[in-house]
């Protein structure tokens, strides 16, 4: 089966997402298992995270990450340009990577709850930027 599938549809600011679990390639049954993932990104400061399950019903510990080097997340921005934004620029990129696994679940998480902000700073503008998309192809 081929399919394209949108993880996360496009979010603004919001400090903590996970997006709903989608079916992979091992849902429909053996396959090769081979998944390709792009990752749109707009200012972007935050980490995203991408993770699949082997089970049918998965629990909290049944998530495992998919990203290259086995990383645990990405941070964004993996480059830092002085602007009059705080903490500098955010991201703006598509990346992709590819993985094998039979996984019958693939999720996707941004999360930017350990970022902190200084609360009476008006001359700083806050940039977290958006995650445009997260596409699931298999």
């Not at 399950?53 to 990405?74: G, H, I, K, Q, R």
Request: aromatic share 12%; charged share 10%; glycine share 8%.
């Amino acid at each position: 089966m081929r399919a394209s599938i949108n993880l996360i549809e496009p979010i603004g600011e919001l400090s903590l997402f996970t997006g709903t679990p989608m079916r992979a390639a091992g849902w429909y049954g053996p396959t090769m298992g081979l998944h390709s993932v792009a990752i749109k990104v707009s200012n972007f400061t935050g980490q995203i995270s991408v993770q699949a399950s082997l089970a049918l019903s998965p629990t909290t510990n049944d998530w495992f990450s998919v990203l290259p080097e086995n990383v645990s997340y990405w941070q964004y921005p993996r480059s830092s340009v002085n602007t009059k934004c705080y903490g500098g620029t955010g991201e703006t990129s598509t990346t992709g990577f590819n993985f094998i696994c039979n996984a019958i679940w693939v999720r996707a998480i941004v999360d930017r709850t350990y970022l902190s902000y200084p609360i009476a700073n008006t001359q700083q503008v806050f940039c977290l930027g958006t995650v445009d998309s997260i596409l699931l192809n298999y």
